[in-house]
């Protein structure tokens, strides 16, 4: 069985993570705190935002499954992986940069 290498990590750095009042159901608690979370992802432009949940730490999390499900990050993703392995001839990578995918936005 081969060792796997973790090829590279992304940290919180790598986000841009804004928190807002969401308002609505759930009564002051709601209306008082920043419970909303918008996660971005830079490199990508992909962004995702939840506020169902009471709690800023849930919708955090919510906020960033979301994201990493978004096509603009899958497709960075998938880039940058081929960048790093060598795999990906100039032409194909930038064919395949942020700025020339065509995504709805959110």
Do not use: Y
């Amino acid at each position: 069985m081969s060792e796997r290498k973790l090829l590279f990590s992304l940290t919180k750095n790598d986000f841009e993570i804004q928190t807002f009042c969401t308002g609505g159901a759930g009564g002051q608690h709601r209306n008082a705190k920043q419970n909303g979370v918008r996660i971005i992802h830079p490199a990508s432009g992909a962004r995702a935002e939840h506020r169902d949940g009471r709690d800023q730490a849930q919708n955090k999390k919510k906020a960033f499954e979301k994201l990493v499900n978004t096509l603009k990050f899958k497709q960075w993703h998938r880039a940058e992986v081929a960048r790093r392995l060598g795999s990906v001839d100039a032409a194909v990578e930038r064919a395949m940069s942020p700025e020339n995918l065509k995504v709805e936005a959110l």
